[in-house]
């Protein structure tokens, strides 16, 4: 009976060490990965604090800031909220929907420089889905390219 | 009058469930058997309702009906009918229809399978899968009513959202998700069924379910695998798997059924870990309705979250419910729950389905809690985040890369205590197919622990596994004399759940063989191009040949020719597109991927001037990506070996009897 009582605590003892590490484990990854979701003004209020921590930005392309490299795939912009302003520089082709004034969210790291890294560059929807307006449909916008033959 | 229909015959089906859930309590307990096909017919007129409100609806999708809310929220004239129909599931009122009538479908079936059985365990959890549905009805007739009246009636609507009509794939996910999601709720009927009739002691209500349990499972598996496919194919990132919450949801109760599958095999073999079968499964039933209200409640902006309502509170409450009246349940049974059996040794089957289930709780709790991180977060301390990609890979990796090990040296452990010289011999097929594969990954220039670490023990459990067909085979040869074909289709159906576990744990091996490979050796190239230029990823070449665009009938197209190049030669063509649809003035990306046996060249057009005299491709090379789909399939047709009769009731008898013989050795 005391041995069964002794395997019984000794068990117990095992899960709660288990949880204990478990939860310890746990704390400790999302301690060092969770992605603040910031808009340029909290971001630059933040300081120090904000440099090299994963960030979502968001915000909107400011209006002539778009410096877009299409050999060498590099690109350049300011996200803006009106209040605060970062320069983003990014690799890769921007979302076809990207251009002045669109909302968009950036995903990387504020460097030291004073430049954002961006690792992921997505394009803002709203969440109910926009009809084009006149003049913003693929037959208007691409017209040489729909009466094109296709292949 | 289509919607008067439909709308009524959800109104009469939620009363049924409801007299039903009363009523059946009431005659149990009165000990009136007579009363009880009452009951039984509350099921199946519930399933008779529900599904002629689903075809209802259907056919107000079809007949464009838009006087029906539901039909003008999605539909839309120009809608191809197949897009149409599947629109039941595009948004959440018709998603809500549809798990109705799979629920009502499943109750149906499992009643009338059982309907004879004496005892309460089939009538209490005829009651338990009455009030489920009852609960779904109400969602039907409060906050996720697709059956309103709209005045006035619409010529026209806007159409499914683009991302759910742009692929087929949209076809297959959800109904597989509904089927296994929903399936989970019998196992969860009839364990409560067994906790109200007090029948727990015994397994009947896991002998019962045994096949609708792996019936739910094989299509919760495979409707992950499809997601995953979905979202490879349509959302142009070249990846299968974000950790995102919707891909979690589906996750996380397949974690915890998967454990069930293997643990109730120590309960039928050796009785115990009783309480523990209960819980696991009571779980898993929740964790398909938690699941549900993270994807359905809007609490989680995604394609999958369509509105922000009340219908969150109604799917909270309802878990609330559940978890205390189970709770209560479970307590007040648990004297009857205790062990018969004991651990023997700690090397013998047993302990490897004992940590099996350790490491698929400790998973489900790790992938569960980066979910929820964020809700509590933004709830507690009103800060937005997200939990990365990073949090998840670094605490799933070493779990997936154990799992894998004690896949492979779990089929080779008998059970109560392994002797020495055997076990070695079972393992070494193992151990040689595991070395090779690490080496072979070295060689390919995998420097990652882990990776390396993945390839030996997929290898390990390959060989390990392959091995028991291989072994199991001989036996029969040798014993019986027959052709190999003949021994091996005898021996899978002498013992059905064993040898479709197996080929479950080989589709597991391919899946983990294409995760791996395309996690370590993916490259991809990204080059803005004019055509006749070319772009080279991983030693395959692209050439761009020229830009077009077409009118479709719901839809405008905007493509690029991509020629395949062998030296001069075109040995394919591959036209990743962007697809326009009206409703939205954002294009959808269509990649297209051009399959091999040892991977896949994906091509996804990024960006393209409006003439088209450039364009701006991402060329993927996605090593073993295939494999993940065909390793879906097998893990598929492993379920289904395990649900099929079983032929032979020899093998089962002798190993029940303990019998020494070949075949008996070592059965589950």
């Known amino acids: 009976m005391t041995m069964r009582k002794r395997t019984k605590w000794g068990a117990l003892a095992a899960v709660g060490v288990l949880v204990i590490a478990f939860g310890w484990l746990i704390y400790g990854g999302l301690d060092s990965n969770v992605v603040y979701f910031l808009t340029p003004k909290e971001l630059l209020a933040k300081g120090v604090e904000g440099y090299d921590k994963p960030v979502r930005l968001g915000g909107q392309v400011k209006p002539g800031s778009v410096v877009w490299d ?35 969210v950036v995903e990387g790291r504020y460097g030291r420089d004073g430049v954002f890294m961006s690792t992921s560059l997505m394009v803002k929807h709203s969440n109910e889905y926009k009809a084009p307006t006149k003049g913003e449909r693929p037959t208007e916008m691409y017209k040489s390219l729909m009466k094109s033959p296709g292949t | 009058m289509t919607r008067l229909l439909a709308s009524n015959a959800i109104v009469v089906a939620a009363a049924v469930t409801a007299l039903g859930a009363v009523f059946g309590p009431v005659a149990i307990r009165r000990g009136r058997r007579e009363w009880l096909m009452y009951l039984y017919a509350a099921v199946y007129t519930n399933f008779v309702l529900v599904s002629l409100s689903t075809l209802a609806l259907v056919y107000g999708l079809v007949s464009h009906d838009f006087s029906i809310s539901y039909v003008a929220q999605v539909g839309s004239r120009a809608t191809p009918t197949f897009y149409t129909i599947i629109s039941l599931w595009g948004a959440l009122e018709g998603s809500i229809v549809f798990w109705a009538w799979v629920l009502g479908m499943y109750a149906a079936a499992v009643v009338w399978f059982n309907r004879t059985r004496e005892g309460n365990l089939v009538p209490y959890a005829a009651t338990t899968l009455l009030a489920v549905a009852l609960f779904f009805h109400i969602l039907l007739l409060g906050p996720a009513n697709p059956f309103q009246a709209v005045f006035p009636v619409p010529f026209d609507g806007p159409g499914p959202n683009p991302l759910l009509q742009n692929h087929i794939l949209m076809a297959v996910h959800p109904p597989l998700l509904y089927l296994g999601y929903v399936g989970l709720t019998v196992p969860f009927a009839f364990a409560v069924g067994a906790m109200l009739s007090g029948e727990v002691a015994d397994d009947a209500w896991i002998r019962l379910t045994r096949r609708w349990t792996i019936t739910a499972w094989g299509f919760l598996t495979a409707a992950i695998i499809a997601g995953m496919w979905w979202s490879y194919e349509v959302l142009g990132w070249g990846g299968y798997w974000a950790w995102d919450p919707v891909e979690n949801a589906s996750f996380i109760p397949w974690l915890t059924c998967t454990a069930y599958l293997h643990s109730v095999m120590v309960q039928e073999r050796r009785g115990m870990l009783k309480l523990w079968n209960l819980n696991l499964m009571v779980g898993t039933f929740v964790l398909t309705i938690l699941g549900t209200f993270l994807t359905r409640s809007g609490i989680i902006s995604s394609v999958h979250a369509f509105t922000q309502g009340t219908i969150g509170y109604f799917f909270l409450g309802f878990i609330a419910i559940v978890l205390l009246a189970t709770l209560v349940l479970v307590a007040g049974n648990s004297d009857k729950l205790g062990s018969e059996g004991r651990l023997d040794a700690p090397l013998s089957r047993e302990t490897a389905f004992l940590l099996n289930n350790l490491f698929f709780t400790v998973f489900m709790f790790t992938v569960l809690i980066g979910t929820l991180f964020p809700l509590v977060a933004e709830a507690v301390r009103g800060v937005k985040v997200s939990v990365g990609t990073p949090f998840f890979n670094r605490m799933s990796i070493p779990m997936m890369v154990t799992l894998l090990f004690l896949m492979g040296v779990g089929p080779a452990l008998p059970w109560r205590k392994a002797a020495g ?91 983990a063989l294409g995760v791996t490979a395309s996690v370590t050796f993916k490259a991809e190239q990204e080059a803005t191009l004019k055509p006749g230029e070319s772009l080279t990823v991983a ?18 197209v905007i493509g690029a020719t991509m020629e395949v190049m062998a030296g001069d030669r075109v040995t394919g063509i591959i036209e990743p597109r962007m697809n326009y649809y009206p409703t939205s003035s954002s294009p959808v990306p269509t990649p297209q991927v051009r399959s091999m046996l040892t991977g896949d060249l994906y091509l996804n057009l990024m960006a393209f001037r409006p003439d088209g005299s450039t364009i701006t491709v991402k060329a993927i090379w996605e090593p073993l990506v295939p494999w993940i789909w065909m390793g879906g399939l097998v893990l598929c047709i492993g379920a289904i070996i395990g649900v099929l009769p079983q032929r032979q009731r020899l093998a089962e008898a002798q190993s029940a009897s303990g019998a020494p013989s070949a075949l008996a050795e070592g059965q589950p």
């Open chain 2, 421 to 511: 010289p055997e076990l070695q011999r079972r393992l070494l097929p193992g151990v040689v197919v595991g070395v090779v594969l690490a080496v072979a990954a070295l060689i390919a220039g995998a420097r990652n622990a882990y990776a390396v670490l993945a390839f030996l023990f997929a290898g390990f459990a390959l060989g390990v596994n392959v091995e028991e067909f291989v072994r199991g085979t001989i036996a029969r040869v040798k014993a019986h004399g027959e052709a190999w074909p003949t021994a091996l289709s005898r021996l899978v159906s002498g013992n059905r759940r064993r040898y479709g576990g197996y080929v479950a744990h080989i589709g597991v091996v391919m899946v």
């Open chain 2, 539 to 556: 030693g395959h070449t692209v050439r761009f040949k020229g830009a077009w665009g077409r009118e479709e009938q719901q839809r405008q």
């Open chain 1, 70 to 104: 299409e050999k060498a795939l590099d690109l350049r912009f300011s996200v803006t909220d009106g209040t605060g302003e970062i320069a983003v520089h990014s690799r890769g082709a921007p979302p076809q929907m990207f251009k002045d004034g669109q909302g968009v």
